[in-house]
């Protein structure tokens, strides 16, 4: 015990004196930088006397000197709880397994917890309406340590667990201004990653799915989500119309795409939707040059499609357009499909010689008479013209 009372001094002096002051056993899980906690639901490996749960230090910001560009502000109408419901908040807060996370300060040492911990997503713990789940007790702390906008994203298009790109869409949907709401979750609206959100393993979503229950429900697996206005809810369908429409025909585009792969390439200029992110503007058909093909991410899920970078002018600036939003070029037309409609071409203007005598001609009596007769009145007019 003496030699773990070292090691912990020479870690952190502050965390070992806190250690000891709450009788911590060897091995406890509370070291700074591991990434063993385990979950609030089973509590195996924190043995820290209850009474004396309060006298753990409080979870702080992270370094600002580590977080690199703006900080991620969050809106909505109770920032002071960050949008969460105040029983749940106040669950959080009080919970044993939120506290002793102030051992992590750094925000890769979290999305690690996260990595090993979090299983789904639920609000509240496995069987219990009490007790705050891990994967929200981890929502707030990432909250607590003010993540940047550059982390946020970090998180939506984290490629080891869908559990944390999840959360990182929760942390947008909690702390984002209901009218930035569109602009981080509905990139993600056609994402065809699956996983389980809640504790009925059976039960699976996309992940698209999972961010449009987000934009379009009020209720989040027995808690509430911050509200959107009408106006904004209205606005919010709309775009989500919109995007099945361009989802659709994305899929039709990927199979011209498989006969002429070299259609859509760097440098090539394409008339494609532009969209400010602005709700209240409607997208708009600009013509712009195509700067990069950004393929799916290794391990996509099949039917994944490309997007592609647009440079719409000095004016508009680049985006990243989906394929559905970009109006294919016309393929060119290939020697091997010239020669294959040549035929066809010569069949059609061919004009058709017909027999005169009865043993080789085809057509009924009745017609062939009828032939006959006009061979004989084009014989007298030309006759009496002459």
């Known amino acids: 015990r003496d030699g773990r009372r070292d090691e912990l001094e020479r870690r952190s002096p502050t965390m070992a004196t806190y250690a000891h002051n709450l009788g911590m056993q060897t091995g406890s899980?509370?070291?700074?930088?591991?990434t063993l906690m385990p979950k609030w639901e089973d509590r195996s490996g924190i043995p820290i006397q209850t009474s004396k749960i309060n006298l753990l230090p409080k979870n702080v910001p992270q370094d600002p000197t580590l977080a690199k560009g703006p900080l991620f502000d969050v809106g909505g109408t109770a920032p002071h709880v960050f949008n969460l419901h105040t029983m749940l908040y106040q669950r959080i807060n009080d919970s044993e397994y939120f506290k002793c996370l102030y051992v992590f300060k750094t925000?890769?040492?979290?999305?690690?917890?996260?990595?090993e911990k979090v299983t789904y997503v639920e609000p509240w713990a496995r069987g219990s309406q009490k007790q705050p789940s891990s994967a929200f007790c981890l929502l707030l702390k990432l909250f607590h340590l003010?993540?940047?906008e550059l982390q946020v994203q970090e998180l939506l298009?984290?490629?080891?667990?869908?559990?944390?790109r999840a959360l990182g869409a929760l942390y947008a949907r909690y702390g984002a201004e209901p009218s930035d709401a569109w602009r981080w979750l509905?990139?993600?609206c056609d994402d065809l990653e699956v996983f389980s959100p809640g504790v009925n393993r059976n039960h699976e979503l996309t992940f698209g799915e999972y961010c449009r229950k987000l934009l379009t429900e009020k209720e989040y697996y027995g808690t509430t989500l911050p509200r959107f206005p009408v106006s904004l809810e209205r606005l919010l369908l709309a775009?989500?119309?919109?995007?099945d429409e361009h989802v659709a025909a994305g899929a039709k585009a990927a199979q011209v795409l498989k006969k002429h792969p070299t259609l859509l390439r760097a440098g090539v200029t394409v008339e494609a939707v532009f969209d400010d992110d602005n709700l209240e503007s409607e997208p708009l058909w600009l013509e712009g040059v195509i700067v990069k093909v950004e393929?799916?991410?290794?391990?996509?899920p099949d039917g994944t499609l490309p997007r592609y970078l647009v440079d719409f002018g000095p004016e508009k600036?680049?985006?990243t357009v989906r394929l559905g939003a970009i109006d294919l070029p016309e393929p060119p037309l290939t020697l091997a499909k010239s020669a294959e409609t040549a035929p066809e071409c010569k069949k059609k203007t061919k004009k058709k010689k017909h027999c005169r005598g009865r043993r080789y001609s085809r057509s009924p009596p009745r017609r062939r008479r009828r032939r006959c007769r006009r061979r004989r009145r084009r014989a007298r007019r030309a006759a009496r013209a002459g």
Do not use: C, M, W
């Open 107 to 115: 925000f890769e040492k979290v999305v690690d917890v996260i990595y």
């Open 186 to 188: 509905g990139p993600y």
């Open 29 to 34: 899980h509370l070291v700074e930088g591991s």
């Open 239 to 243: 775009r989500l119309i919109v995007l």
């Open 146 to 148: 003010r993540l940047t």
């Open 157 to 164: 298009d984290h490629p080891d667990s869908v559990y944390i």
């Open 295 to 300: 393929e799916p991410y290794e391990g996509a």
């Open 317 to 319: 600036g680049s985006q």
